[in-house]
C-alpha cells in the first residue's frame, strides 16, 4: 500500500524526492505505478494558466513539505524583500533549518530532516533547535547533537558524506560533520525545479 509520500509524487505526476533514496530505485511508486493515483484517473482536460500556476505552487509546497498557511507567508515575506520575489520566495525556503540540513548531505530527504530536527538531533550555533521551518541566515552554524551520533539515521553520515559536496552558499567540516551558512543561496547555481515566477503570480490574483 502506498504512503502518503508517495501519493503526493503521483498526485503530481512527477518525482518530489520526498522519501530520498528509495526515489532513485526502482522501488519508487512513479517508476512502479506511472499512472495517476485512483480518484485521479479521470480524463484529463487542457490545463489553463491558473492551473499551471497551481500546480507549481503544488510542486514547491510539497517537496519543502511546508502546509498552505506556511507557504502563503512565505510568499509574503518574499513581497517585502528587495531582491525580485521569485527569488526572495526561493531563497527563503532554501534557507529553512530542515532544508539547510538536506542540503549539507546530513540527511538523504527533507522529509528525514525535518522529522529529526523535531525530535532534537540537530544544534543551530551550537544550541539545541528544534523548529524546522527556523529560517538561517548568514554565519549560522548547524550540527548533529553529539548525543544523537550513535542514533541509526547518523551511523553511516561519516561514510556518506566524504563524497559529498554541498552548494556553494554552505560550509561544511566533514570531520566535525558541522556545516556553516555563508551566502545567501544562488538560485541559478541549484537549478530549483520550479518556476517561482508562476507561484508568485498564482498568489498575486
Request: with cysteine; charged share 30%.
Amino acid at each position: 500500500m502506498l504512503d502518503d509520500k508517495c501519493k503526493q509524487c503521483r498526485a503530481v505526476g512527477e518525482k518530489l524526492f520526498l522519501k530520498g533514496e528509495r526515489c532513485f530505485t526502482p522501488k519508487c511508486a512513479l517508476v512502479r505505478r506511472g499512472f495517476p493515483a485512483i480518484g485521479q484517473q479521470k480524463r484529463r482536460r487542457r490545463i489553463t494558466a491558473y492551473g499551471k500556476q497551481l500546480m507549481e505552487k503544488q510542486r514547491a509546497r510539497l517537496a519543502y513539505g511546508i502546509g498552505e498557511q506556511q507557504f502563503r507567508r512565505y510568499v509574503k515575506l518574499a513581497f517585502k524583500k528587495t531582491t525580485a520575489t521569485p527569488e526572495a520566495l526561493a531563497q527563503l525556503l532554501e534557507n529553512r533549518f530542515d532544508n539547510i540540513i538536506f542540503r549539507l548531505g546530513l540527511v538523504p530527504s527533507r522529509t528525514m530532516a525535518r522529522q529529526l530536527v523535531s525530535h532534537g538531533h540537530f544544534l543551530l550555533n551550537g544550541r539545541k533547535h528544534n523548529i524546522a521551518s527556523t529560517i538561517l541566515k548568514k554565519g549560522d552554524v548547524v550540527s548533529i547533537r553529539p548525543q544523537s551520533m550513535n542514533k541509526q539515521p547518523f551511523k553511516d553520515v561519516k561514510e556518506t558524506i566524504k563524497k559529498y559536496n554541498p552548494p556553494k552558499h554552505l560550509q561544511l567540516d566533514q570531520s566535525k560533520l558541522e556545516g556553516k551558512v555563508i551566502a545567501e543561496p544562488d538560485i541559478k547555481e541549484l537549478q530549483l525545479p520550479f518556476d517561482f515566477t508562476s507561484i508568485i503570480e498564482f498568489y498575486s490574483k
